[in-house]
């Protein structure tokens, strides 16, 4: 028999026992035990070390609020830090080590940081790094110094490297009533939303439905509370509206009802069923929450509060009750309020003995002091506990005489021998969840807590949540509740009887015991209330500004203990009411939240990729492939053994000496028709298009609407009604959105459709002197001469027995075509121009020679339409349409986008015949050493086989007057410094001969 | 947060995408007033309450919608095609 657990009681198997590890000591506990309750019935007391001081801490609280007992589970490689031992069920194989200590947490040199507990209080890290630098041991220099060594003292559990192997789950939920909390509450609210054929979710953090029901000792409908809720919610399990999350922790309330959970799927397990997650991550949309989550209890802040033994007092009846384990053998109790004499009789029951019940308030109910006989302890009415003894267990306590009305204490000290303290300073109700949602907490003066406020969603609260301290009010709430929730009228049928301990929930104001030694009131964060006073000293008023600069309420358990008792002193320290001053905020997550269970299935590149038609024949072709955009695109399909640059040149030479062929399926094509699609496109083209003739197709440039180039690509007109636009590659997605945003919002009247068409067609662009051959030997159907087919001309044939649709275009400066067929024939008539320009010599080419061929004629693409150009900055000024309005006409000729100092399109030869880089920058005077005054940058560069020389395209400021002189490149990134001339964009056959044949 | 699109219902707010202030009224496609071009494209309203709002529904069926929004509590009030017709109130 472990030491410390009871002989009978407790709702924990007994039979199957549990074998697990802590701190690589083997331990047995049984089912249904926390790692918390087996290591208590262990005997153990010491369950970690503090943040700061590094002191010795044993369990403060049986549930999710626990501050102390954090510890590291390990599974395999994977280390999971800074879980509540309270929160974790026991399986077999569980091992979990305890967190910031060294070199064990029995002997911990960090322990010594106790020592300079003066020096290490309230904005210690403000005063001795942040501040002016007086001495060598200040400011930054020093931080950097200093920070390995603070960084290893202080702090919690270390996060593993390990990648987690696990699986997480995300699912959406829909629900008519979402009931947050399985208390006598939650279980009522949950029963009677179900009873009305409401779909109801009833999520809970515990393992076990039934909350307090588990450990109150209460009875209900006339059998003990924890049947009667094992009971309930066997009802509410039949029943297929109704889906009970069980470990499921609500963590966030968002905007329109929509909450977000957290389910433990298996970590209690010690392996997963076959296809379980690991955990889940819930985001359920409800009609009406029922927030029915309780209320924590509050430490009292009195000097060695935080030594471990000393415990809260429903969380030691907890232990007791559900799991048969007592925290000690000789127990006292220090409290405010009536709670706390139920817990003496529980533990009196359970076997242990209840040397004393140290009371604040003078005057003591007859109930209360029947309780304490009940109990056999010695009632202590108006009295503190000033101190406590021992080191990594309980040995004693001091007590006082103490005057509740002022605080003050008087006459000698007297000893208690315990090696248990349970504290009760009242209760504050878990309003988390109703403050995420937006609404302001209000101080009830009775209850000496926030309760919550009116609500801001669709929520309705039931229970210890709004106060209602007592079962019976529960019960009675929780229906109510449930039934309002649902859509259901009040009910007059009879509740279940609740018998239950009588107490007055209202507890004394008083939150501290003024005694000399450390107070903790963040036991996590090791906030003493000394140092809550020196922040007040030191001008801090506001409690956002109190809980940055102390830290109060800023751990994992984000002050679920301390808020209350740390807002209490802060508001006696200015001599305000609490309500004056008010209280945090609180916000998601309400506890931590696997950072694995948001991302679920979106790891790694969550991108789509996007293929041509085609792609596999790229592949299969020895293109290598480069990612642009979504898109995947041949770069080059280089031969053995040839460097980039050696690829890129033979494509493009080959194409200008004989035919290239390059795949533009990813251009944007949009279908634009309707009987107003010319006009459309008139408005939204600086140049004409309602003038174009039916089987031509035309460039055209949009601006932004203030002033700016947007896009560049062709438009055909295929019908009178019926346009395909063409837009770059990378701008396909914004263009389409842009159209869509005129014709709904700006020109309604206007009867237009427009339709993404991208997929929906294969490109083909070939070019050369011997395109125009290589297409008559293959096109049948229309004849591809001059005449039929001049620039700009639109032609349908077939090729290969398929249909195709030709355009006379280049944007390579050859006399050009692009070819078009449905996607799914793409490749068919791919192998058909391959195979048709074999005797012409005819090479595919790739992005790089695409690149270089259009940095020869000096088209622009989107590095030149950057966002910051104008039409008249890439010289397309000639586009611009005096005869009518178009997006952006209006704000384009403002005085700043005409100004003749604008960065201008230009080109650039490099002198020294080394490449250039794009971004480089462009100067007047080369200064490597202090590079200084740009006048421009490289937008895109190659080497130019045309001209047999590196060559690029830049923007530089006034460029079209540098044309013929000289200036460099200063590129100290990549140390590529050199002189260059200036030129025309337009390098290679500048009047178009080639290309118009 | 949910926007009701009139064709496809109640949906997230991760399907839509916000296309601007739905207060700004843009000049006669002529007009020479730069101070009205101006308006139009650089002023936005920036309402503590309920604001105009153009948003797309870019991840449905692309419909272009008026919303108005309540910015402090994030409540969607009312949708409407911005093409006109089918306005869904929604003020609880």
């Known amino acids: 028999m472990s030491p410390r657990r009871t002989e009978t009681g407790g709702r924990i198997d007994r039979l199957r026992t549990i074998r697990f590890t802590f701190d690589g000591a083997p331990y047995t506990g049984h089912a249904g035990d926390t790692l918390a309750s087996a290591l208590l019935a262990n005997g153990v007391t010491l369950f970690g070390r503090s943040f700061k001081y590094h002191r010795p801490r044993g369990l403060l609280a049986a549930g999710v609020e626990e501050p102390n007992a954090l510890v590291t589970v390990l599974r395999g490689e994977v280390r999971e830090p800074n879980i509540a031992a309270t929160m974790v069920e026991i399986y077999d194989g569980l091992v979990a080590v305890s967190q910031n200590r060294a070199p064990s947490l029995a002997w911990d040199i960090g322990a010594l940081n106790q020592l300079g507990g003066k020096v290490l209080s309230a904005g210690f890290y403000y005063k001795t790094f942040m501040g002016p630098v007086i001495g060598p041991l200040k400011g930054t220099r020093f931080w950097m110094f200093c920070e390995h060594f603070i960084r290893r003292a202080a702090g919690l559990g270390k996060a593993g490297t390990a990648p987690d192997p696990a699986r997480y789950e995300r699912m ?89 959970a957290l389910e433990r799927v298996t970590d209690h397990k010690e392996t997963p069923a076959k296809g379980e997650p690991r955990q889940r991550y819930w985001a359920i949309r409800a009609g009406t929450v029922v927030l029915a989550t309780g209320s924590f209890e509050r430490p009292l802040i009195f000097p060695g509060n935080d030594r471990p033994g000393v415990m809260l007092a429903h969380a030691a009846e907890r232990y007791a009750v559900e799991y048969g384990v007592l925290p000690g053998q000789r127990i006292a109790l220090f409290t405010n309020n009536d709670s706390a004499y139920r817990s003496a009789v529980a533990l009196k029951k359970a076997g242990a003995a209840v040397v004393a019940i140290v009371d604040v308030r003078g005057d003591v109910s007859n109930e209360m002091r029947r309780l304490a006989s009940e109990a056999e302890a ?21 007590v006082q005489r103490f005057d509740a ?42 209850r000496q807590a926030f309760l919550p406020p009116r609500p801001t969603q669709r929520w309705i609260g039931a229970g210890a949540f709004t106060g209602s301290f007592s079962t019976a009010e529960a019960i009675a709430e929780g229906r109510a509740a449930g039934l309002q929730a649902a859509g259901g009228s009040a009910s007059s049928a009879p509740l279940p009887i609740v018998e239950a301990t009588p107490g007055d929930p209202d507890p004394a104001p008083v939150f501290e015991i003024k005694a000399k030694g450390k107070s903790f009131v963040d036991f996590q964060h090791d906030v003493t209330a000394e140092d809550v006073r020196l922040a007040h000293r030191e001008g801090f008023v506001s409690v956002e500004h109190l809980k940055r600069y102390t830290t109060l309420g800023m751990a994992t358990d984000q002050g679920k203990n301390s808020n209350v008792p740390g807002l209490a002193i802060m508001a006696e320290a200015l001599g305000k009411p609490i309500p004056e001053v008010g209280t945090t905020r609180f916000r998601p997550p309400y506890t931590a939240v696997s950072i694995g269970s948001l991302a679920a299935e979106r790891f790694g590149d969550l991108k789509p990729e996007r293929l041509t038609p085609m792609h596999d024949w790229h592949i299969a072709n020895g293109a290598t492939m ?24 033979r494509e493009a030479r080959a194409t200008r000496e004989s035919a290239g062929i390059v795949d533009v399926s990813t251009l944007g094509k949009i279908a634009v028709q309707g009987p107003d699609a010319a006009e459309f496109l008139d408005r939204v083209y600086t140049n004409m298009f309602s003038t174009l003739a039916v089987g031509k197709a035309r460039y055209g440039l949009m601006l932004r609407e203030d002033g700016l180039a947007f896009d560049d690509g062709t438009t055909w007109r295929l019908g009178e009604q019926d346009f395909l636009m063409t837009t770059t590659t990378a701008n396909a997605g914004k263009v389409m959105q842009n159209l869509e945003y005129f014709l709904d919002v700006i020109w309604p009247e206007l009867k237009v459709t427009v339709t993404s068409v991208t997929d929906e067609w294969a490109g083909a662009a070939i070019g050369g002197p011997k395109a125009r051959a290589i297409l008559f030997s293959c096109v049948t159907g229309t004849a591809v001469d001059n005449a039929t087919l001049p620039f700009m001309g639109i032609v349908h044939g077939r090729i290969a027995g398929v249909p195709v ?32 320009g074999k005797p012409f010599g005819l090479v595919t080419y790739g992005l790089e020679a695409l690149g270089t061929m259009r940095i020869e004629k000096g088209h622009v693409t989107g590095a030149e339409i950057d966002g910051r150009t104008t039409a008249r900055d890439l010289h397309l000024d000639w586009m611009l349409s005096k005869k009518k309005p178009f997006i952006g006409s209006a704000m384009m000729d403002r005085e700043g986008l005409i100004s003749p100092d604008r960065l201008q399109l230009v080109g650039l030869i490099s002198l020294d015949n080394r490449p250039f880089n794009g971004g480089a920058h462009i100067v007047e005077e080369l200064d490597e050493a202090n590079p200084h005054d740009s006048i421009g940058h490289i937008t895109a560069c190659c080497y130019s086989p045309a001209l047999s020389k590196y060559i690029a395209l830049a923007l530089v400021k006034d460029g079209k007057a540098r044309h013929g002189t000289r200036a460099f490149v200063s590129d100290p990134l990549r140390n590529r410094f050199g002189p260059i001339e200036i030129v025309s964009n337009h390098f290679y056959d500048p009047d178009g001969s080639r290309m118009h044949g | 947060m949910l926007i009701t699109c009139p064709y496809c219902g109640p949906r997230d707010v991760i399907e839509f995408t916000y296309q601007g202030d739905g207060n700004r009224e843009r000049p006669q496609p002529a007009s020479q007033n730069l101070d009205a071009w101006n308006a139009y494209v650089y002023d936005r309203l920036n309402p503590a309450g309920d604001h105009n709002e153009i948003w797309q529904h870019s991840g449905g069926c692309r419909a272009h919608l008026r919303v108005v929004r309540n910015t402090l509590t994030h409540e969607v009030l009312s949708t409407a095609f911005a093409r006109g017709g089918h306005k869904t109130e929604s003020r609880s």
């Not at chain 1, 021998?417 to 988390?432: C, N, V, Y």
């Open chain 1, 626 to 649: 480069y990612s642009a955009g979504l898109w995947y695109r041949p770069m080059i399909y280089g031969l053995a053994g040839e460097t980039v640059e050696q690829a890129y040149v």
């Open chain 1, 805 to 836: 649709m030709i355009c006379r275009l280049s944007f390579s400066g050859e006399m050009a075509f692009e070819v078009y067929s449905g996607a799914g024939y793409g490749t068919r008539v791919w192998e058909a121009l391959i195979e048709a």
């Open chain 1, 405 to 446: 009305t002022n605080g003050a204490l008087s006459g000698d000290d007297r000893s208690i021998h315990a090696d248990s303290l349970l504290m009760s300073g009242g209760w504050s109700p878990t309003i988390h969840l109703a403050s995420q949602a937006g609404a302001r907490a209000e101080w009830d003066p009775a």
């Open chain 1, 378 to 398: 010695e009632l202590l009415a108006g009295h503190a506990v000033v101190a406590t003894e021992g080191g990594r267990a309980l040995t004693g306590l001091k």
């Open chain 1, 172 to 260: 959406n939920a829909f629900c008519d009533v979402l009931v947050v909390g399985s208390g006598p509450a939650g279980l009522m609210a949950a029963k009677a939303a179900a009873d009305q054929g409401a779909r109801v979710i009833l999520a809970d953090l515990e393992a076990h439905f039934g909350g307090s029901a588990h450990w109150s000792g209460e009875t209900i409908d006339g059998v003990p509370a924890a049947d009667w809720a094992q009971r309930t919610v066997g009802q509410l399990e039949g029943n297929d509206n109704v889906r009970l999350l069980p470990r499921t922790t609500v963590w966030g309330y968002y905007d329109g009802n929509t909450l977000a």
